[in-house]
Each structure stands twice: as C-alpha cells, then as structure tokens.
C-alpha cells in the first residue's frame, strides 16, 4: 500500500474524524540534534519526508541521488527539507563529504545490501527499504556487519503502523477470535509506468521480495505465529512492458501450530480502479475472524449475530519516528530487530520456494 492509498483510507473509509485525530501531529524532540541522510528516492522516501516537521532536532543535512528513478528524484526534491539539503549522486560521494547520524537507504533493491554494509562500516545508524537484500549471502553479511558495528537497523515496514492492522493485532492479543489457525493477504497493485530499476531481476529482486515482505511481515505481527515452510508461484503473464517483473504470484505458509497462511498479490489491478492499491487481510481463529479491506474496514465476526464493524481505531503512528524514539530514547520499538530478521528470512525462504518450485523450511529466527 502506498502512502497515498493509506491517506486515502484515512480521508474516506475511516472519515475524517480519523484523519483529524492524526492530523496536526505533535512534535517529538529527541535528547540531541540528529543529523540525517537520505539516499535515494526510491519505495517510500515519504515515510521519512513526511514526518520531518514534527522532528525539530533532526536536520536532513544531505541527499544522493543513488541511482534512482529521474522522476522520483525530481518529485523528492520538491520536499522542502529534500530541497535544501546538500545534493550528490551517490552515497559513496556523500559519507567522505558528510558525518551523518543517520542514514535513510531508499535506493533501488540491487544496492540494498552494499549501502547497508557501506554504512555499518563507519557506525552510522540506518533505516532501509525493504528487504535489506537479494540474496542469501548478502543477507547474512548485513546480519554480521549489524552485529559487528552495533549499529542500529531499522527497516521501512510502514503498514504496521497503519489504524485497521494495529485494531487487528489487538483484536487476536485480547483472545476474541482465539487460536489464529489461518490467514489471507492480498495485495493488487495497478501497474502504470514502472522505473527501469523495476524491469531488471538484478535490480528489482522479485515481486516476493519487494513487496510481499510487508504483508508477511503484518501475517507474523498480527497473528503472533510463526511460519515454519513456504511454498510458492509467481509469474510474469503478458505486459511486455513491465520486464522482468513478476505480476501475479502466490505463496503458501505453514503456521508453527499446523495452520496455514497464503499471500496473493497481482499487478492486474485496472488503472480505472479507485485506487492504486487493494490491500486486504483476513485472520481466522478458533473462535472467530477478523478482517479488513479498504470497502468495508475493520470487520469482527465471532459468536454474537451479525458482524462488527471496529470503529475504535488507534491513532496512525510512525515507522521512522518508532526507530528514531527506541535508539535515542532507549523506548521500546514497535518494529523490533529480531522482526526485522524474521521478515526478511520467510520472504526470502518464500522467493526460494518460488525460483526452485518445492516446500523451503523457514529457519527459527
């Protein structure tokens, strides 16, 4: 789900008492002035951008372009912190020029992992895209470079931290539908003009792997199950012009408990839709289930007649403000690194299943 969609489900599913509970937002002050990079304008750079004002202690010192699509450059620049910022083409030109606190990797999938590394070397604190790589051996060399640096990581996991998920996860932690046993996401996405970064398996990994990972990522935090194999497909059907991206896949989890979660996503969706994105996730349980898709929010079937439509809805909070408040004011975050680590190894054990086409175990992380 893109930003834009998520507003639009704030501005109209939920109505605009919602939007006037986020809406001004507070300012947060940190214990000293942080001085923030960006590199990239790729995925969702808005997710840093958009919080700045209500962050009078970070200062975006610098910017790079870092091989990013012209267009989404050209658009993050009009941010009014982007524009003022020191500008460079690279993130290599930018860490001998600047001493940044913190590093917003927003590059292209291809360049994740060597950023990553790039920034661990000097000790400087990093929030990325996602999945922080590729592959299997770039994964494991960032896991040891966070470890050996002891800087902080954090990851661009935004949809967490959206009103209906966060209702849902306190839905299932108050017992209400009792034991998760399975679960359905969606994601159906238009296609419309893709950057060249996209096109290329090189760079863009695979669908799975770059946008799977968020609805993964929801599945492990709403249930509090874990996923234990994977099984998938995915494909590139027609629309020559999309290369090698893959627009219809489909994967299938088994759950820790013998339940079973599936996640389908598409780039079928037809631009005369309403919207660029149609996210939609369903948790089933032992005594009930809860799900949400944009057209009819939050819904609670249980015991009781009828269904309920969840209207208390906690307020929308920050994926760059979590990460920010848990390093330097020791809170406690609400993406934590061990559920950073823990998507990326079922999205890359459901992008294995799919290039090898068999059951992949995920391991116990």
């Not at 017992?175 to 046993?181: D, F, P, R, T």
């Not at 770059?210 to 709403?222: G, Q």
Request: a positive charge; aromatic letters at 6%.
């Amino acid at each position: 789900m893109t930003r834009t969609s998520r507003r639009r489900l704030l501005a109209g599913t939920l109505g605009s008492s919602l939007l006037a509970q986020v809406e001004p937002a507070p300012e947060v002050r940190l214990p000293r002035k942080i001085r923030l990079a960006l590199a990239g304008f790729d995925g969702h750079p808005e997710e840093i951008l958009r919080v700045l004002p209500q962050l009078p202690d970070v200062e975006l010192v610098a910017v790079a372009g870092e091989g990013s699509d012209l267009d989404a450059q050209a658009n993050g620049l009009k941010n009014r912190y982007a524009a003022k910022a020191r500008r460079y083409d690279t993130l290599a030109q930018l860490l001998a020029a600047e001493q940044p606190d913190v590093v917003a990797l927003c590059n292209h999938n291809g360049r994740r992992a060597t950023a990553i590394l790039a920034c661990a070397a000097r000790k400087l604190n990093v929030i990325a895209e996602k999945p922080l790589a590729l592959h299997r051996a770039d994964l494991d060399a960032v896991y040891a470079a966070v470890k050996r640096s002891g800087i902080h990581l954090g990851m661009l996991l935004p949809m967490r931290f959206d009103p209906p998920y966060m209702a849902m996860r306190r839905i299932v932690e108050s017992g209400a539908i009792g034991e998760v046993l399975q679960m359905d996401a969606q994601k159906s996405y238009q296609l419309g003009a893709r950057p060249a970064w996209q096109k290329h398996a090189a760079t863009y990994g695979s669908t799975i792997l770059w946008i799977a990972i968020h609805s993964i990522d929801l599945m492990l935090w709403v249930s509090g199950r874990r996923f234990t194999e994977a099984a998938s497909l995915q494909s590139h059907v027609g629309f020559p012009e999309a290369g090698d991206m893959q627009n219809v896949t489909a994967t299938l989890f088994r759950l820790d408990n013998g339940g079973s979660a599936t996640v389908h996503m598409d780039y079928l969706r037809p631009a005369t839709a309403s919207g660029h994105g149609d996210d939609r996730l369903r948790v089933s349980g032992s005594r009930g289930i809860v799900e949400y898709q944009e057209s009819t929010g939050v819904t609670l079937l249980t015991g009781k007649p009828g269904a309920e439509v969840v209207r208390d809805l906690p307020q929308q909070q920050s994926v760059f403000l979590d990460f920010l408040q848990s390093v330097y004011r020791g809170t406690k975050p609400a993406l934590s690194w061990p559920e950073i680590v823990r998507a990326n190894e079922v999205t890359l054990a459901a992008h294995t299943a799919a290039e090898q086409h068999r059951f992949v175990a995920i391991p116990r992380v």
